[in-house]
């Protein structure tokens, strides 16, 4: 790992940092069983928030709570879970319910024991970082405090590859009362 760092202009660090993996969660149950299986060997923590309603106001079951024993039973010690009342709100812009809901996510992700310099991953539960990327950030010292990850964009499906144009998700260096 050390080389690696090297190879980048980093400096490589004598242990790894603490990662966690924070999502909002609507009903993508492969997509995050993917995620998970992906990360799993590095995040230390995964958070995830679901409501039982979408960005757009309309109820939903809680998909996740359904299926936690059945399906993800493997991050269980892992786990910090949390959900959330919907407003119900009709014709409330999408992004300002999924504003409410960052909040929230926030405050679990402190619940689940975040500290100064663990890693926080922020991404949709479809943008999925690759593991060795993970490795490799936590073992390196002297990348800015927040990195927007380039992945590969897809439409439907991994079937269907659009470009490798996404900018949304990314990595900080958490720092209380400064990562959003």
């Known amino acids: 790992m050390e080389t690696l760092c090297s190879l980048h202009g980093w400096k490589h660090r004598d242990s790894p940092r603490r990662v966690f993996d924070a999502v909002l969660f609507s009903n993508e ?3 995050l069983t993917i995620r998970w ?9 995964f958070v995830i928030l679901e409501s039982n ?12 709570a359904t299926n936690r024993e059945k ?35 926030d405050q679990l992700i402190r619940l689940a024991g975040i500290q100064e310099d663990d890693l926080l991953i922020m ?7 690759s593991a060795h990327t ?7 010292d002297g990348y800015p405090p927040v990195l927007h990850l380039q992945l590969k964009n897809y439409l439907y499906s991994f079937e269907y590859f ?4 996404s ?14």
């Not at 299986?37 to 923590?45: M, N």
């Open 37 to 45: 299986k992906e990360l799993y060997p590095y995040v230390t923590q």
């Open 167 to 180: 900018w949304r998700a990314s990595i900080h260096r958490y720092k209380p009362e400064k990562t959003r």
């Open 123 to 129: 991404s949709d539960v479809d943008e999925i970082p």
């Open 71 to 105: 399906l993800f039973d493997f991050v269980e010690p892992r786990l910090t879970y949390g959900n959330i009342g919907g407003r119900f709100k009709r014709g409330v812009n999408p992004f300002v319910e999924e504003a409410y809901q960052r909040l929230a996510l």
């Open 29 to 31: 149950v492969d997509m």
């Open 134 to 140: 993970i490795n490799l950030l936590r073992w390196c």
């Open 162 to 165: 659009v470009d490798n144009k």
């Open 53 to 64: 309603s979408t960005f757009t106001g309309l109820p939903k079951p809680l998909v996740f």
